[in-house]
């Protein structure tokens, strides 16, 4: 289908004629499943990976640490102030910002990480193999750089700020099912604390 064109009386070009009307309705069928197999790992605003990605991923990584099981941990990311955002400059310069915010969280990982965009202006990293030590300062890199890069909405550069939950197994919980929870739990200790900043897990008792 590549190259120089083909004369009409050609034999290749009546044999890729009839390829083409053979395989192009079955092109676009695979094309269609592709496009929903996305849909449903994917956030269509942002691209990122959603909520049910996100467990999906870290069931896998529990089944296959049940024997030895192995550190990690997750950060929660939330949009400072996200409301007011919207009410002031509107929903679409509301989606804007996140998919700016977006944009800044995917550049911080560490390859076999991932984020998700989980509800809202909340995202959630999932760093697999990572200590506390390591999602602190992973923790502290994307709130540095959210603050630290402009967004820019129709001229005007406006600042963006996150608030950051982090909990790690085995130092916050006991289960790497429990990591949502305790992440949230911190996040919003980080709301309550004055925003932009991030918090840490700790294990109760």
Known sequence: LVGSALEP???RA????RLVAELGPRLAAARAVHEAELRAVRDPLTGLSNR???ERVMGVFREETMQQPEAASVVYV???RFKQLNDTLGHAAGDAALRHVATVLQVQLRDGDLVARIGGEEFAIWLPRATLKVAVEVAERVRAAV???AWYWNGTAYR???SCGIASFPESVNAVDNLPGAAEAALYR???AGRN?????TRAG
């Open 9 to 11: 009386d050609n034999p």
């Open 14 to 17: 009546e044999r890729i004629t």
């Open 52 to 54: 049910r990605e996100l």
């Open 78 to 80: 939330d949009l400072d």
């Open 147 to 149: 603050e630290g890069t």
């Open 160 to 162: 963006l700020t996150t």
């Open 190 to 192: 980080a709301k309550q």
């Open 197 to 201: 900043r991030v918090e840490i897990a």
